[in-house]
């Protein structure tokens, strides 16, 4: 049986022994609970999410908290999600993070071999290095929307065959989720390739991938290069559904690989590297650059460490086995360049909800008028990808993200195109909007996007990290590929698109 396809148990007041509350803050969040809940009583040890309590839910707990003066983050509920927990959590008697990783502590790893071989990422290796063939390909992930972008390259490249690991109720359904969103984003199904070039095997990362390939068709040739795009995004979670995707899948794919002798292409991400916390002892704070894996940057977030120690679990493979393995980072996945359509489950982009919490306000703090933004259009993400699977083995670690930027200010600028208008304000304004916003529970849900980011570090000082992929733009344009600038009209086409599908509506 299928354990984790059954629904999560519905409890009753009558299902659960009520513990009444110690002191006021475990009260408080009672309250707060039972409210948000529909509740008659919330019990101090009552878990919000087996309650029914939701990822857009907790957004609530946060701004009913914050008006009692009671302030957490967002993560802190996922970690700490009964009232007595987050009471202990505020008193200081208990820990600042929780769900503590399978993985060893980062800070007492042995980095010396990941270290060597990082140092071998630079322009001479690639030069000197000999390219190598996809051959047969198995590619993880292929229903995301870098997944499916890549498979469309792939059938483009000169790869033999093409294996994807899609999960499914069974071998049929499994088949027919690849071929509607083939048909879904470029409006073929690609029908005359499967069984003869394109072949599905009903399966997932998280359980032993050869052992799944030896139950699929028996036309699958061997295996040379794995693609394993597939991934859980998201940042928060109250199960161990991030690592056993993120860290487990990449075990997974790096087994396989050492023992079949393929070669492994992992998508990451440059959140891996994305935050430094200034504790104020004067250190400067480093690049995030393809030599680099850790130097010290802020990984409590579960999302960030579960992506970096996937890649610390192929590299560290690198190093002591000689896995022929690739990272790529990527940046902001966007809409495709030539047409502005973006992924079909546009909503859990953390990016354009922050966009949408801007057309919602209707307004913007105007000290983020020039923060920089990037777009790396996933069509052009995946093309990077696929050439650069073919670089010499010695060539470990890529950044393909777009070089070019834009002011979020040129971007919010585009909304009038789409009917709306955003105004700055300064801080205390747009704050004050904030709270007027939580007073509407729909309008609450929506402002996730802002504050499940915000305070990760619990009021440490936050420094953004600056990456540096200029190795791998060198990279890129001696493969003959270079990144196109994300101007007003990409923009347009961007914002036109979702927002005919009725997302900046509220």
């Known amino acids: 049986m299928n354990k984790r396809a059954l629904p999560a148990p519905q409890l009753t007041d009558t299902d659960r022994d009520y513990v009444e509350p110690a002191n006021d803050n475990e009260k408080l969040f009672c309250d707060i609970f039972a409210s948000i809940l529909n509740q008659d009583k919330i019990g101090a040890t009552d878990n919000f999410f087996e309650l029914g309590g939701t990822s857009l839910m907790v957004t609530r707990v946060i701004i009913e908290a914050d008006k009692a003066g009671k302030h957490v983050a967002y993560g802190d509920i996922f970690t700490h999600p009964t009232p007595r927990l987050l009471s202990q959590f505020l008193s200081g008697e208990a820990p600042v993070t929780g769900n503590p990783s399978p993985v060893a502590d980062e800070n007492n790893f042995d980095y010396s071999g990941i270290d060597a071989i990082l140092q071998r990422n630079n322009l001479n290796t690639f030069l000197r290095g000999e390219r190598q063939e996809l051959g047969n390909v198995l590619l993880t992930g292929a229903t995301g929307y870098l997944g499916i972008h890549v498979l469309r390259e792939l059938i483009d490249s000169d790869a033999k065959t093409i294996t994807c690991l899609v999960r499914g109720k069974d071998q049929h359904d499994a088949q027919r989720r690849l071929r509607n969103l083939l048909f879904y984003y470029f409006d073929r199904r690609f029908d005359e390739l499967f069984g003869t070039r394109l072949f599905v095997v009903n399966g997932d990362v998280t359980n032993d991938i050869n052992d799944q390939m030896s139950n699929g068709k028996s036309q699958i040739s061997n295996i040379t290069t794995v693609f394993n795009c597939a991934a859980n995004v998201k940042h928060f979670s109250k199960t161990d559904d991030i690592e056993q995707v993120n860290i487990g899948g990449a075990e997974r794919c790096v087994e396989f690989c050492l023992k079949t002798g393929a070669r492994l292409v992992h998508i990451s991400t440059t959140s891996v590297g994305e935050i430094w916390v200034d504790r104020g002892d004067g250190k400067a704070v480093p690049e995030l650059s393809e030599r680099l894996l850790y ?57 354009m909800g922050r966009l949408k919490v801007f057309s919602t306000l209707g307004c913007c703090p105007i000290d983020e008028y020039d923060s920089l933004a990037e777009f790396s259009p996933v069509n052009e993400t995946a093309k990077a990808v696929v050439l650069l699977a073919s670089t010499p083995k010695e060539c470990n670690v890529f950044q393909p993200f777009n070089n070019h930027t834009d002011l979020l200010g040129d971007i919010l600028a585009g909304f009038e195109k789409i009917g709306k208008s955003i105004r700055y304000v300064e801080e205390d304004e747009f704050q004050k909007a904030i709270l007027e916003a939580s007073k509407d529970p729909k309008k609450a849900s929506l402002m996730s996007a802002l504050l499940a980011y915000q305070d990760m570090t619990h009021g440490q000082k936050a420094v953004t990290i600056e990456r540096d992929n200029r190795y791998t733009s060198a990279v890129l344009l001696r493969l003959g590929f270079h990144w196109s600038a994300p101007d007003s009209a990409y923009v347009n086409r961007m914002l036109t698109a979702i927002s005919q599908l009725g997302f900046f509506d509220v």
Request: proline share 0%; hydrophobic share 40%; aromatic share 14%.
């Open 295 to 351: 130097f010290g940057q802020f990984l409590d977030n579960r999302y960030m460490r579960s992506k970096f120690l996937a890649e610390r679990v192929i590299l560290e493979a690198v190093a002591r086995h000689g896995l022929n393995a690739k990272v790529m980072r990527v940046g902001n996945l966007a809409a495709r360049s030539y047409d502005g359509e973006f992924q079909a489950n546009f909503q859990t982009n953390s990016y």
